[in-house]
Nanobody, 126 residues
């Protein structure tokens, strides 16, 4: 399994970004794929998770209504569309996956995900 994130950048408050995560080695079959982030001096935070067989994302409370997680199965890529960005969104954003597809229900636990990308930096200036 390989996960490669891209799209991180420096953006102003109120701006938007779209992150991508190219995934290989997961399909076919069911799996969970998620976005996490880790800000300076903070714990890793779960943002959103999709179970491949369901396609409907779960969202963490801190990003609900601002971030949208989508999946393009043809491209084996998932996306995180981030709107109305705030300085507190500054973090390294990670894509993570597990063949235990049920872990979307446990997405607050990073340890439940076996595969991680290298991360992409998002910085929101005030």
């Amino acid at each position: 399994v390989q996960l490669v994130e891209s799209g991180g950048a420096l953006v102003q408050t109120g701006g938007s970004l779209r992150l991508s995560c190219a995934a290989s080695g997961l399909a076919p079959g069911d799996y969970a794929i998620a976005w996490f982030r880790q800000g300076p001096g903070k714990e890793r935070e779960a943002l959103s998770c999709i179970r491949a067989s369901e396609g409907s994302p779960y969202y963490g409370d801190s990003v609900k209504g601002r971030f949208t997680f989508s999946m393009d199965n043809a491209k084996n890529t998932v996306y995180l569309e981030m709107n109305r960005l705030k300085p507190e969104d500054t973090a390294v954003y990670y894509c993570a996956a597990s063949f235990a597809a049920y872990v979307c229900g446990l997405m607050k636990r990073p340890s439940e995900f076996d595969y991680w990308g290298q991360g992409t930096q998002v910085t929101v200036s005030s």
